[in-house]
């Protein structure tokens, strides 16, 4: 059962322009969200999270908007540069647990010059 | 090391045999993650550490895996009697707080492949 998923495998936008990456979870319990970054042969890198009593954070070009009642989540960076190119996850937890983290499958993103 | 360390980088072993994966983390770091990622596939959870205490094992598979940090430092984890399906990247992390994964450094992996 996927709890946490990334329905997009991949997303190929022109720099500059907005990217807009998605994220839906099933459990209600969760309630801090993260996305990491990944480069090729580079293990995942902390980029961005959100705890579940806000419904934005917003850190430079990235933003992370919550949806709680949808179970959503999306990480927006704008304007996209070309050193944006990574597999981009986004991963959930629950405060009574925060040492275990689920993932999503990863959606990679192609920003291109 | 300025980074977590994972050894080997790469390893092929054959069904039935035993493995050891050895995870040096950032020093001073409290606690350690492991967690395996299969091709196409997002992370998955496996235990964790704060400092010598396995505080969550949920995330092994069956009783052919178990994890050691006696030390609070190196962690290894082992499997046994490797199948198939054992096959993924092992990905160990660290943090310098307690459970404070969203501060956690991974290493670069262990690829381990069974035949």
């Known amino acids: 059962d996927q709890q946490v998923k990334q329905n997009s495998p991949s997303l190929s936008v022109q720099e500059g322009r907005i990217s807009i990456l998605n994220c839906d979870y099933t459990?209600?319990?969760?309630?801090?969200f993260l996305w990491y970054k990944k480069y090729p042969a580079e293990g995942p890198t902390f980029l961005i999270s959100?705890?579940?009593?806000?419904d934005k954070n917003e850190d430079g070009r990235f933003t992370v908007f919550l949806n709680k009642s949808a179970k959503h989540l999306s990480l927006h960076i704008v304007p996209s540069q070309p050193g944006d190119s990574a597999v981009y996850f986004c991963?959930?937890?629950?405060?009574?647990?925060?040492?275990?983290?689920?993932f999503g499958q990863g959606t990679t993103l192609q920003v291109k010059p | 090391g300025a980074g977590v360390s994972q050894s080997p980088r790469y390893k092929v072993t054959k069904r039935g045999q035993d493995v050891a994966l050895r995870c040096d983390p950032i020093?001073?770091?409290?606690?350690l993650y492991w967690y395996r990622q299969a091709l196409g596939q997002g992370p998955e959870f496996l235990t964790y550490?704060?400092?010598?205490?396995?505080?969550?094992k949920s995330g092994l598979p069956n009783d052919r895996f178990s994890a050691e940090r006696p030390e609070g430092s190196i962690s290894t984890l082992t499997i046994q009697r490797t199948e198939q399906r054992d096959s993924a990247m092992y990905r160990c992390?660290?943090?310098?707080?307690?459970?404070?994964?969203?501060?956690?450094?991974f290493g670069q992996g262990t690829r381990l492949t069974v035949v």
């Open positions: 992390a660290s943090s310098l707080k307690g459970q404070d994964v969203a501060e956690a450094f």
């Open positions: 459990n209600s319990m969760f309630d801090y």
């Open positions: 959100i705890s579940s009593i806000k």
């Open positions: 991963a959930a937890s629950h405060s009574s647990n925060t040492g275990k983290l689920i």
């Open positions: 020093s001073g770091h409290v606690s």
């Open positions: 550490f704060n400092y010598e205490a396995q505080q969550d």
